[in-house]
């Protein structure tokens, strides 16, 4: 710790570059992949929009429990089905179980030409430590 504050001073403009490249990625890669909603964010735009909630797990994890609504569509699938399930300027909120997929996800609907692609945020294990319902089949 001793030697880290002279290094700091000394290679300030390195350290100011490189925080400014590692912000900048991040929102880019932020923006790319749609806009990350907290679970209280998420009802509020399925209630005022409508949007749709498109549960990106495979169909076992699906059944042991999902948002209300949310159309189960796998990963795998989602380029060639998701015209039959979403219009292209209908928001769009992706689901996966932590939030990892939904990211990818975002971007390959960004590529077909979807405008309002949103994210939950950590993903159903989100959903589930702030303690919203779950349906089970």
Known sequence: MDKLIPFVAEQWVL????ISC???LSFHEQRRAGKSLSPQ???NLVNQQGAVVIDLRDKAEFSKGHILGSVNLPFSKLE???????EKDK???LVCKLGQHASAAGKKL?????SQVYRLKGGVSEWQIMQMPLIKK
């Open 15 to 18: 350290i100011s570059a490189l």
């Open 22 to 24: 590692l912000l900048l």
């Open 41 to 43: 964010q998420m009802v």
């Open 91 to 93: 928001p769009v909120i």
């Open 110 to 114: 960004g590529s077909l030409g979807y």
């Open 80 to 86: 060639k089905e998701v015209a039959d399930h979403v």
